[in-house]
């Protein structure tokens, strides 16, 4: 499998932020899958959507945990 980007070094990202960490993850799996960009693009912002909703409804009952 080729791709468009260097493989990252795996000392540096063991030590990257977590977000950063996923990030790769999830890119080398659309890549392996070899997704058309145009359709990875479209499915990212549903993807953003339910990811928010979750973090909204987490968010909400900690603080209803709280009273």
Known sequence: MTTDHPSPDHTSL????PAVQLA???I???EQHQLDP??????LPIVIR???R???NQQQAQ????Q
Request: glycine share 0%; aromatic share 4%; net charge negative.
């Open 63 to 66: 603080q209803q945990a709280q």
């Open 14 to 17: 063991e030590q990257a932020p």
């Open 28 to 30: 080398m799996l659309l």
């Open 50 to 52: 339910d990811f928010q």
């Open 54 to 56: 979750k973090l909204q």
């Open 38 to 43: 145009a359709i990875v693009l479209a499915a």
């Open 24 to 26: 790769v993850d999830l």
